[in-house]
């Protein structure tokens, strides 16, 4: 892949809680249009490691650049601006805003100047959020603030969408509109970084993936010789 | 209590409730979006007024004079005050617990008044209105009414119908209620939030310090203004429900009212009917009128 294809490219990526050491030399690249999966049983890092590549985490250490540029060092907004957007787990709506003002709060068009996310596209792709455009964020079922959290990633036109935990604790035909959004935006030229419980759904809907055990990367590789490995049902747990 | 008294008495209530409502805007929103118990609050009303008093023969100097120049010269002041404290002091205050910020800003009141004496001294000091404002309008057959005392309530009106359409319609106000729940989604969103505490704290003494800049022809310019006025504008605030502009506004024109009122019909006990007041809607509704989240 050429150098400028590559929007974030991580190398031995460090990340502590007080004194506890939790990612321990990763090395992580996503490039354009990519879709990356993120696997490992639960606490193995691998929320760390979103936040530490978005600078949330202060404790750390390594080389990160986005866009070739060195965002090691970044703020939080300042990487955002670069075209990453976050999904979080558990969400992250904003619970004393309505719908219509999580979405329209953070808009903004691409690096590029695209905008074909515009509010209208949100609300075609999210019709549930259409019926509930004046609701608080806290008046929302868990499925309506995942798409919600969703279609506010996509009103900042990113260039990468990181996903985590999408489908927690959400109804089945609920994750069923979830994976469909993911495989829209996926269509749409959008890289996306994914993390989720399913691993066959991940593995499914990714070009690559990795699988972290005790914050280092144990497994890495496409999609498909991961899914056919032999240690993946053990480094999961499953 | 005949009628033009009555309605004095209401004009009255109203301009010291939306001057109070000014000051503690800055206070609710300091500490419900920023989490920082803020005493040098009533520091900047005091400053305030105190630039009223003091850039007038400046300014004349400079562009002339006119009482509005004054305004907005000292309002300019107050925001660049307002970036440089936060920079310096506040900033620094955000992660720590209350009883540093409270020796913080302790600390900071003593500095400003401090400097108060020194700059202008100890003494009482009168501001005059401006002259086409001076004048009074008669209400009823007897009574009359000062014109500035309108211009004060219409002013104060005015700014807080602007303050509330940026907090709840335009973007900036969107992001500022955001912060107040989940700084690290809005920083996710690619918001600088430094800047935007930095805005909300410049405005809030920006707001504050223009309530006393606009007040000191009625109310006389003194030493020690700015802890009476922290001290009642921590009460709206209680009242109010901390965070909440909504509630400040209640109970910034409910203490307008029953102060101002108090004073009239009950002399003897209107130094505490408003903490009574307080006590009374705290028993009520702990967290105060409008709790935030
Ligand atoms: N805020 C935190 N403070 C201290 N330890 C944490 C914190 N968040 C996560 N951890 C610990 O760091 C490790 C990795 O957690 P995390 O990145 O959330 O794992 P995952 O997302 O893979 O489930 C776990 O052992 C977890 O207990
Ligand atoms: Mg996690």
Redesign the pocket.
């Given at each position: 892949m050429p150098h400028s294809e590559l929007l974030v490219e991580a190398h031995d990526l460090h990340a502590w809680?007080?004194s506890?050491h939790?990612?321990q030399g990763i090395d992580f690249k996503i490039g354009r249009g990519e879709t990356v999966g993120?696997l490992?049983?639960?606490?193995?890092?691998?929320?760390?490691?979103?936040?530490t590549l978005l600078g949330h985490i202060k404790q750390r250490d390594g080389h990160i650049t986005v866009r070739g540029k060195d965002m090691s060092k970044a703020k939080p907004h300042e990487v955002a601006r670069m075209g990453i957007a976050y999904v979080p787990?558990g969400r992250g709506v904003f619970p004393n805003l309505s719908v219509r003002e999580n979405l329209i709060m953070a808009a903004r068009r691409g690096l590029d100047g695209r905008n074909d996310w515009p509010y209208e596209r949100i609300l075609e792709t999210f019709p549930r959020l259409q019926e509930r455009i004046g609701n608080m964020g806290n008046q929302l079922s868990g499925g309506e603030q995942q798409m919600l959290s969703i279609g506010r990633a996509l009103m900042t036109h990113p260039d990468l969408i990181i996903l985590?935990?999408a489908t927690e604790g959400l109804a089945p035909l609920i994750v069923e509109e979830i994976w469909r959004v993911i495989a829209t935006i996926r269509a749409s030229g959008i890289a996306t970084l994914i993390?989720d419980r399913n691993y066959h759904k991940v593995l499914a809907n990714s070009d690559r993936a990795l699988v972290?055990q005790k914050?280092q990367v144990v497994m890495s590789g496409t999609a498909k010789t991961i899914e056919q490995s032999d240690e993946l049902t053990g480094y999961l747990g499953v | 209590m005949d009628l033009s008294i009555f309605l004095i008495q209401c004009l009255n209530s109203l301009q010291y409730g939306l001057l109070l409502f000014l000051v503690a805007m800055g206070l609710t929103l300091i500490f419900g979006i920023m989490g920082v118990i803020n005493l040098a609050h009533g520091s900047f009303y005091m400053i305030g007024a105190y630039m009223a008093y003091a850039l007038s023969p400046i300014v004349a100097n400079a562009f002339g004079g006119g009482f509005f120049s004054v305004l907005v010269v000292g309002l300019v002041l107050a925001v660049i005050l307002g970036y440089f404290l936060e920079w310096a002091f506040f900033s620094f205050l955000y992660d720590r617990d209350h009883l540093q910020q409270v020796l913080m800003t302790y600390g900071l009141i003593l500095v400003f008044e401090e400097l108060r004496s020194l700059l202008v001294g100890d003494d009482v000091h009168g501001v005059q209105p401006p002259d086409f404002l001076a004048g009074v309008i008669p209400l009823g057959d007897v009574m009359t009414y000062p014109v500035y005392r309108l211009f004060i309530s219409a002013v104060c009106l005015l700014l807080a119908l602007g303050m509330y359409y940026i907090f709840t319609r335009t973007r900036l106000g969107m992001m500022i209620r955001a912060g107040s729940t989940n700084r690290e989604m809005v920083q996710s969103l690619g918001i600088d939030i430094k800047l935007l505490y930095r805005i909300v704290f410049a405005a809030g003494v920006a707001l504050a310090a223009f309530a006393g800049m606009i007040s000191a022809p009625v109310s006389t310019v003194y030493p020690g203004m700015g802890s009476q006025v922290l001290i009642i504008c921590f009460v709206v605030v209680v009242i109010g429900g901390i965070g909440s502009i909504r509630g400040a506004f209640l109970a910034a024109m409910l203490i307008g009212f029953v102060d101002t009122f108090g004073k009239v019909l009950l002399p003897e006990a209107a130094g505490v009917l408003v903490y009574v007041l307080m006590a009374l809607i705290l028993l009520w509704k702990p967290d105060g009128l409008f709790k935030t989240s």
């Open positions: 809680y007080g506890s939790v990612l993120l490992g049983r639960n606490g193995m890092g691998k929320s760390t490691l979103i936040r787990e985590d935990e993390v972290l914050g | -």
